[in-house]
């Protein structure tokens, strides 16, 4: 049971270029979330889904799109990518409220 | 809006000390609320959870009661170790409209524990 699965695990981009993280659980939750890691802001909401074909915004979604064709995919995608946006990014599921959330080992992107 | 406060750090320890951080929450309705710990390098890890009014989740010899009354859920442990030296995070996951279930975070709690 691999849970959830992150790629990948480092990238490098440079301003203006664009790239997909990709998000697999083999859990069968319906709640997937994106969220991005900064030094001293916690972890902070980029997007949501709560299920298959379903795509929401979270605290911090400008320049970032997510699609979940799916159930067990959740992609993010940057189509122009920002110095602003070298973060850590982390991918989790839950199958419900009132669950914890399982997350993914991050993916570690430097914008350059 | 939701929200989660907890005690800014780092929290500096000797091994064997007791440990206590802060959490609060602001919340409508009636959240379920957890701690996560993260170690270097990885992803956030459940610790422990409650999902009302009095719950104590434990786990490893951490332990939080949900409080309703003063919306807080305080992270603690009698006796630290080296290997508890990490980032836990408090969070918590409530419905709101529309139906969708919203997880959210603290700022997170360095802590370092010293031999």
């Known amino acids: 049971n691999a849970g959830v699965t992150q790629t990948p695990k480092f990238r490098v981009l440079k301003t203006g270029q664009s790239m997909t993280l990709l998000c697999a659980q083999d859990m069968n939750h319906e709640y997937m979330y994106w969220y991005r890691q900064d030094p001293g802001m916690g972890l902070r909401l980029i997007h949501y889904s709560v299920g298959e074909g379903t795509t929401a915004k979270g605290e911090v979604p400008d320049g970032y799109n997510v699609s979940r064709l799916k159930k067990q995919n959740f992609l993010l995608g940057l189509e122009s990518a920002a110095p602003s946006q070298t973060s850590v990014y982390f991918c989790?599921?839950?199958?419900?409220?009132?669950?914890?959330?399982?997350f993914g080992q991050g993916t570690r992107l430097t914008v350059v | 809006g939701d929200s989660v406060t907890q005690m800014e750090g780092p929290v500096t320890l000797s091994e064997e000390a007791f440990l206590t951080i802060n959490c609060t929450y602001t919340?409508?309705?009636?959240?379920?609320l957890f701690w996560y710990v993260q170690y270097p390098g990885e992803g956030l890890q459940l610790l422990l959870k409650a999902t009302k009014a009095d719950d104590k989740g434990s786990n490893k010899g951490f332990e939080a009661t949900y409080r309703k009354e003063t919306t807080s859920f305080h992270l603690e442990k009698g006796s630290v170790q080296v290997s508890d030296s990490a980032v836990y995070f408090c969070?918590?996951?409530?419905?709101?409209?529309?139906?969708?279930?919203?997880?959210?975070f603290g700022a997170g709690t360095r802590l370092a524990v010293h031999p």
């Open positions: 989790a599921s839950i199958p419900g409220q009132g669950f914890g959330a399982f």
């Open positions: 919340a409508t309705g009636y959240p379920s």
């Open positions: 969070a918590l996951s409530s419905l709101f409209s529309g139906g969708y279930n919203k997880l959210i």
